[in-house]
């Protein structure tokens, strides 16, 4: 019996899960230490879930809301198209499992586990749930000007510390931006969409990756690649986990100021187009849409390759308003170095007297309201 990712109301848990494949037809990759024991099982389905409604869809993956029916849990089911994936681009679904299955963290999308469908020519990631919605809705729900107390402790302190975990292991996000960050329950920040990460204690990141506002100096001098190992034997070209701190810096200046800190044709029309595709993306917490410059998803888009994008020009003033403290200007100011060794690390951008000013007591669920997304 064929399965169809169809809308469903979800059956008693009691009832026994039917088994619609032959075992052949299905191989598991890898489960995750995140993974629920009612998870753990030799095989997966599809048939295992019953999906809810889909969230997201891209020409190689699609994201559904659904329930796990041997455990009762909410996932967050990411299927990829295998027919329609590129063949340069099956190494990044490769890396994407293999670097999400050993991330465990509190403000990290758990990865419970990964299998293919052989018959239906699709991977499937079953990845944990966030259901408050992305920081795209909660930005907005703010009118795009988040005090600095709410953008310390609700996104850039819990980003921070995601950040310094995985910076320890080798691992460079490369496409950091309000799309990928998720909050689940009591508002936890969950750092999302590892589509495009890269180990660099095994191989160099050598490729202009990632979100057009986003992307650091020696990420966007980069060239496009078209095989995997192009330009993997430059270490010219070779950038580390300094890039993501960048984008940190980025994602600072607008959550406070509501615009991205260097203003072009290019990313500026981004930005808008990013705030009106996204009014009713994300509300219930699957990773990352689409923005102007790239997809997430780990679908191979997230390459910026429009000549518009890699031919970026930008003023490299920086700029605040009178309103914006001392501090939080020298923060910003830090993350965004243009040289990658002059930025601070993670763990030292925690360290900052910004971020080390102590959180007022107030619950953002006042702040923000149930249904933010």
């Known amino acids: 019996m064929a399965f169809s990712l169809q809308p469903a109301r979800p059956p008693p848990w009691a009832q026994p899960v039917p088994q619609l494949r032959h075992p052949m037809h299905t191989q598991l990759l890898a489960t995750s230490a995140a993974a629920p024991e ?16 889909r969230l997201y869809r891209s020409p190689t993956a699609s994201v559904y809301s659904a329930t796990c029916i041997r455990s009762g849990l909410p996932v967050a089911l990411k299927v990829y198209s295998l027919a329609h994936v590129p063949g340069n681009v099956v190494h990044m679904l490769r890396r994407e499992v293999e670097i999400q299955t050993m991330l465990v963290h509190r403000n990290i ?26 920081l795209v809705g909660v930005h907005r729900a703010l009118c795009c000007r988040m005090s600095e107390r709410q953008a310390r402790v609700l996104a850039l302190r819990p980003l921070l510390e995601a950040m310094s975990y995985f910076h320890s292991l080798g691992i460079v996000h490369r496409d950091i931006k309000p799309d990928n960050i998720l909050f689940g329950n009591d508002w936890r920040l969950l750092l999302a969409d590892f589509g495009v990460a890269i180990d660099i ?9 990632g979100t057009v506002g ?13 095989l995997p190992e192009d330009n993997k034997l430059d270490p010219s070209l ?8 960048w984008a940190v810096g980025c994602l600072a200046y607008l959550l406070l100021l509501g615009f991205p800190p260097y203003i072009n044709a290019n990313n500026l029309n981004g930005h808008h187009n990013h705030n009106h595709n996204h009014c009713h993306a994300n509300t219930d917490g699957t990773e990352g849409t689409p923005t ?5 998803h780990g679908s191979g888009a997230a390459f910026a390759a429009t000549p518009a994008a890699s031919t970026t ?43 080390q000013q102590p959180p007022a007591p107030s619950s953002f669920d006042r702040t923000v309201g149930p249904n933010t997304g």
Request: charged share 25%; net charge neutral; glycine share 2%.
């Open 109 to 134: 999308v758990k990865l419970y586990g990964a299998f293919q469908d052989f018959a239906a020519q699709q991977l499937i990631l079953v990845q944990e749930f966030a259901c408050n919605g992305s």
């Open 38 to 53: 009612a998870m753990r099982r030799l095989h997966w389905y599809l048939e295992d879930y019953v999906v809810d409604r």
């Open 238 to 245: 070779s950038y580390t986990t300094a890039a993501d701190v």
């Open 292 to 296: 102007a410059a790239a997809e997430p």
């Open 313 to 355: 020009c930008r003023s490299r003033t920086l700029t605040f308003p009178p309103s914006t403290s001392p501090l939080a200007r020298d923060f910003i100011t830090a993350a965004l170095a243009d040289r990658p060794e002059d930025r601070p690390t993670a763990r030292q951008l925690l360290q900052h007297p910004w971020m």
């Open 214 to 226: 986003y992307m650091a100096p020696e990420v966007e001098r980069c060239p496009i690649k078209m």
């Open 201 to 209: 204690t095994a191989e160099r990141a050598v490729t202009r990756a």
